[in-house]
């Protein structure tokens, strides 16, 4: 079920080299892209519509450069020190915060458009000591219960993750369910050793209309790694070539600095004729 390169330990014992190393790797690169992308599916956005996602374990920001292309704004939470400064010396565009998600959120309620996760809670099974509060119920409720405080309504959130058996997937659902979520498990290529993949697909709110999606059938996932290629292809062509909306223009960055006051962010600069104007190089 699961794949070795994304099984490595928690990601709190990377060091900076490793941080490194484990960014530049290009079949990491293409593994958190393909997930990334088929979150994005499973999360079901309106189209052409700004939304604020939750970026769960977001590491160095491999999955933010995906929200970047596809024009969302975000915030990323990671464990990891190490990772974070990888984004930050990456420039990615998410507001970046320390967290283990262990001991739940602070964001304001109804924060999030939507969340995903690639790859992290099935990290909350382990138990950091052995007091009652560290064990692994007590930490996946702080986390799904904060995490469903903090998601706007109706909203989903996609997490994608490795268990090692039926009782972790029963255990993290239930759990879920308790913290006031809807939804369930959609697992793609069920059939496949090498690429079968499990997500939680949460639903928040919606008046019990949203429907769960389907997962991928087949023995590979062949055909929907092409799907996702070319789409990425078609966006990078589109920016090389001046058609792609360039996500940084006035208007974007407008659109950011309303929905983050709207959020009750302190600190937003105010708009002027300036906002969005490239300064000349100077030499």
Same mark, same amino acid.
């Given at each position: 079920?699961? !794949?070795?390169?994304?099984?490595?330990?928690?990601?709190?014992?990377?060091?900076?080299?490793?941080?490194?190393?484990?960014?530049?790797?290009? $079949?990491?690169?293409?593994?958190?892209?393909?997930?990334?992308? /088929? #979150?994005?599916?499973? *999360?079901?956005?309106?189209?052409?519509?700004?939304?604020?996602?939750?970026?769960?374990?977001?590491?160095?920001?491999?999955?933010?450069?995906?929200?970047?292309?596809?024009?969302?704004?975000?915030?990323?939470?990671?464990?990891?020190?190490?990772?974070?400064?990888?984004?930050?010396? $990456?420039?990615?565009?998410?507001?970046?915060?320390?967290?283990?998600?262990?001991?739940?959120?602070?964001?304001?309620?109804?924060?999030?458009?939507?969340?995903?996760?690639?790859?992290?809670?099935?990290?909350?099974?382990?138990?950091?000591?052995?007091?009652?509060?560290?064990?692994?119920?007590?930490?996946?409720?702080?986390?799904?219960?904060?995490?469903?405080?903090?998601?706007?309504?109706?909203?989903?959130?996609? *997490?994608?993750?490795?268990?090692?058996?039926?009782?972790?997937?029963?255990?993290?659902?239930?759990? #879920?369910?308790?913290?006031?979520?809807?939804?369930?498990?959609?697992?793609?290529?069920? @059939?496949?050793?090498?690429?079968?993949?499990?997500?939680?697909?949460?639903?928040?709110?919606?008046?019990?209309?949203?429907?769960?999606?389907?997962?991928?059938?087949?023995?590979?996932?062949?055909?929907?790694?092409? /799907?996702?290629? !070319?789409?990425?292809?078609?966006? $990078?062509?589109?920016?090389?070539?001046?058609? !792609?909306? @360039?996500?940084?223009?006035?208007?974007?960055?407008?659109?950011?600095?309303?929905?983050?006051?709207? /959020?009750?962010?302190?600190?937003?600069?105010?708009?002027?004729?300036?906002?969005? $104007?490239?300064?000349?190089?100077?030499?």
């Amino acid at each position: 079920m699961s !794949r070795p390169e994304l099984q490595a330990p928690p990601e709190i014992y990377y060091g900076d080299t490793e941080a490194k190393k484990y960014t530049q790797n290009t $079949r990491n690169q293409q593994i958190q892209a393909d997930m990334t992308y /088929r #979150a994005l599916e499973l *999360l079901n956005l309106p189209p052409d519509q700004p939304a604020y996602l939750l970026d769960i374990g977001c590491g160095s920001g491999l999955s933010g450069e995906i929200l970047d292309e596809e024009g969302y704004l975000w915030t990323g939470v990671d464990i990891a020190p190490s990772m974070l400064e990888v984004a930050l010396e $990456r420039e990615v565009e998410g507001d970046l915060f320390l967290q283990d998600i262990g001991h739940g959120f602070g964001f304001r309620p109804g924060s999030f458009d939507g969340a995903i996760s690639i790859s992290v809670i099935q990290w909350l099974l382990n138990a950091e000591t052995s007091h009652p509060t560290s064990s692994p119920p007590h930490r996946l409720n702080r986390f799904f219960t904060t995490l469903h405080s903090a998601m706007r309504n109706p909203s989903r959130a996609i *997490l994608q993750f490795y268990p090692s058996s039926d009782d972790q997937i029963q255990l993290i659902t239930s759990i #879920a369910q308790k913290a006031g979520f809807g939804g369930g498990v959609v697992v793609d290529y069920p @059939n496949s050793k090498k690429a079968k993949k499990v997500f939680l697909c949460l639903f928040v709110g919606g008046g019990g209309v949203q429907q769960m999606p389907q997962g991928l059938q087949g023995e590979e996932e062949d055909d929907s790694k092409v /799907r996702f290629e !070319r789409r990425r292809e078609r966006e $990078r062509s589109k920016a090389k070539n001046g058609k !792609r909306k @360039n996500v940084k223009d006035r208007d974007w960055i407008l659109k950011k600095k309303e929905l983050y006051r709207k /959020r009750g962010k302190e600190g937003v600069p105010n708009d002027s004729k300036f906002t969005g $104007r490239r300064r000349k190089a100077t030499f």
